[in-house]
Nanobody, 127 residues
């Protein structure tokens, strides 16, 4: 079965750090750009960062630039999101998905036909 398993979330104080992992199952990540998406309560799921298949190119939304770093290890079939200087507004469930590439209008978007979202991993930033 194709899909992703996200992990690494948790409760952290403002200013803290977390490292999220996304492991693909049922297929290899090598040929795909992969993105991280998040959904806060009452809001839509939005793309926040994505990385090209060979790791040469990355993209971030303005609100996480300089704080978050996306990376991948194709040998481990895994994509990571290092999150530093976390803020309460980063609180959300985080997901990963294959991403359209090249990106359009500076936005990371999942494949239109992608439906196999994982359970996500909850990130809560609170004092």
């Amino acid at each position: 079965q194709l899909g992703f398993v996200e992990s690494g979330g948790g409760l952290v104080q403002p200013g803290g750090s977390l490292r999220l992992s996304c492991v693909a199952s049922g297929f290899t990540l090598d040929d795909y750009a992969i993105g991280w998406f998040r959904q806060a309560p009452g809001k839509e799921r939005d793309g926040i960062s994505c990385i090209s298949s060979g790791s040469r190119y990355t993209n971030y939304i303005d609100s996480v630039k300089g704080r978050f770093t996306i990376s991948r290890d194709n040998a481990k079939n895994t994509v990571y999101l290092q999150m530093n200087s976390l803020k309460p507004e980063d609180t959300a469930v985080y997901y990963c998905a294959p991403t359209q590439w090249p990106i359009v209008q500076d936005t990371c978007s999942p494949f239109p036909t992608f439906t196999s979202w994982g359970q996500g991993t909850q990130v809560t930033v609170s004092s």
